[in-house]
């Protein structure tokens, strides 16, 4: 299986091979960055982002196929994002897949962004199903029962801001560069005073599983600039104090949802958190504990792979084809696709965008 990533910042490409008995191997991938593109305007700038997806994706699915010893007749599908995401960006793969499944006769399966970020934890290690999710990115914050492919039931969503946006707003008023999450972990980690800025508990009256980050930001926004003049010292309380309170709060929200379906996980319970958030040691660390507390196991994919990256989509691809799932040539790409279409037209979780409500 080829697969195509383009759906943010990151260009990625991988050949997948998936044997009979489920089992994986990553023949070839690649990840083309692009950080210092972005980096002047402290965030992802989408006509950048799809020009760059659009000026080098033909060339990363040659590069992968080339590594792999594979020409196109060799596969059996090609798998693309199709969604959710950047339009712009979401658009460069999906086109170049359909135009490769076209012109050698193979199978296009468009999966969806967030089910490649689901089933990651399977690129490595063997993880059968049902397992609970906490997807945790740039873009998403969502707690996910997964009980098969194509077979997932939201049990919470953030109803504004992602904990990843989060991360990088706070980063882009300290000043710290782009991306970011690893400025503000970096920066953390240098804190004398960690609970010195008093910042909020999210939600903390309601009962669901749902999550918020907007009222931290603009808090940490608040806290910053009643600063006179800032230090590296304050940078880093500040920073210390934003990422436990996105720690905390993630930890809350998975703790009471592992209360919820322990009852249908079976023997083995998993906690598996997924997404770029998920390289964050802080978060990593809470969530162990409270995995722990709640008697379940927690899982990660290698950090490679809690980022955005190709092979996750060549496995859900490899995934859906196996059980017979492909998609037609006019396959549509989507801004926004949600991973349990029930959950988002009975209780939608929705926010105010810049450009109006988004859900």
């Not at 950080?35 to 992802?44: E, L, Q, R």
């Not at 897949?97 to 050698?104: D, M, N, R, S, T």
């Not at 808090?219 to 309170?245: I, S």
């Not at 809690?306 to 989507?334: K, Q, S």
Request: hydrophobic share 45%; aromatic share 4%; glycine share 12%.
């Amino acid at each position: 299986m080829l697969g195509l990533e383009s759906s943010c910042d990151d260009t990625a490409a991988a050949v997948l091979r998936r044997a009979p008995d489920g089992s994986v191997s990553v023949l070839a991938e690649t990840v083309l960055g692009q950080n210092d593109a972005h980096a002047p305007f402290g965030g992802v700038v989408p006509e950048i982002a799809a020009r760059a997806h659009a000026e080098h994706m033909d060339r990363l699915a040659r590069q992968v196929l080339d590594e792999a010893g594979l020409k196109v007749g060799d596969l059996d599908g090609v798998a693309a994002t199709a969604g959710p995401g950047l339009i712009g960006g979401v658009m460069a793969a999906l086109m170049t897949a359909k135009g490769i499944a076209l012109g050698a006769g193979k199978p296009l399966i468009a999966v969806n962004h967030l089910e490649g970020h689901a089933l990651s934890p399977r690129l490595t290690q063997d993880l059968a199903f049902p397992y609970l999710l906490l997807l945790v990115s740039g873009g998403h914050t969502q707690l996910v029962l997964v009980e098969g492919v194509g077979a997932m039931t939201r049990l919470g969503s953030t109803i504004d801001d992602a904990a990843g946006e989060a991360f990088d707003k706070t980063a882009k008023v300290m000043g710290l560069g782009f991306p970011g999450g690893p400025e503000v972990e970096r920066f953390a980690a240098l804190s004398t005073a960690p609970d010195r800025f008093a910042l909020p508990r999210m939600l903390a009256r309601d009962k669901s599983c749902n999550f918020s980050f907007a009222g931290l930001k603009t808090a940490a926004r608040r806290a910053w600039d009643d600063l006179d003049a800032p230090t590296d010292a304050d940078r880093a309380d500040l920073a210390a104090g934003v990422q436990a309170a996105i720690a905390r709060h993630l930890a809350e929200r998975a703790g009471r949802a592992m209360g919820q379906v322990a009852g249908r996980l079976g023997e083995r319970k998993v906690l598996v958190i997924a997404g770029g958030v998920a390289a964050n040691t802080a978060v990593r660390e809470a969530l162990r504990e409270a995995a722990v507390a709640h008697g379940y196991e927690r899982l990660a994919p290698p950090l490679k792979y809690c980022t955005d990256n190709a092979a996750m989509i060549a496995l859900a691809g490899a995934e859906r084809l196996a059980l017979g799932l492909t998609d037609r040539l006019d396959a549509p790409a989507r801004a926004r696709w949600p991973l349990d279409q029930h959950a988002a037209d009975a209780d939608p979780a929705s926010g105010a965008g810049r450009k109006g409500p988004k859900a």
